[in-house]
């Protein structure tokens, strides 16, 4: 099974990309929360990937964090919740808001999610009440609702090469408002420290 792809991003026309690997060109349908994070087409990308194998098409879908690519596969398992669905909840909301409404039980903020009807939102958090890990825990400490400095610095730490223990534990050591610049300066500190 592909885990990963580097290459070199040839198009991007949301949701699918082109991403060349040494001659061949893989195409992936990836969350808008990965595709803002992409650059520009000709530089080089790494993503984490997810094979999905139908009887009629073998699907990649691709995912700037691991965190991103857990919580996809973590959607997957939930009865009535195919990729499209859960390629749709990662493009309305960033791995920490989903986590944030499954700790506080928000079935409001799925239901803005377009394909989200409110016994399917129901059913998500009853589902992923316990099972998100690292991105529940970092949703829940750092603050009522993860920011994007949260969610930025966690990105941040983790394409450093921390793992997501490390990465979400240093980014709650800095203090709720601060910028990503500051999330990311108090978290290597921390790290640096342990």
Known sequence: ???????????????Q??????????????????FCQLPATGQSVVLHTHLVVREDAHLLYGFATLAERDLFRQLLRISGVG?????????????GELAAAVVQQDVA????????????????????KGKLGVAAVTASASSPVAG?????????????????????????????????????????KWLSRS
């Open 17 to 34: 990309i082109l991403v060349d690997v040494t001659g061949v060109g893989y195409e992936l349908d990836v969350p808008m929360s990965t």
């Open 1 to 15: 099974m592909m885990g990963r792809l580097a290459g070199v991003l040839l198009e991007k026309h949301p949701p």
């Open 83 to 95: 990729a499209k669905m859960a390629l749709a909840l990662l493009s309305g909301m960033d791995a």
């Open 109 to 128: 903020r799925l239901v803005r999610v377009p394909g989200v009807g409110r016994k399917t939102a129901e059913r998500l958090l009853l589902e992923l």
């Open 148 to 188: 994007p400095a949260v969610d930025d610095a966690l990105s941040a730490l983790l394409a450093l090469g921390y793992n997501e223990r490390e990465a979400s534990v240093a980014v709650g050591q800095a203090d709720a408002g601060e910028s990503v610049e500051h999330r990311i300066r108090a978290a290597l």
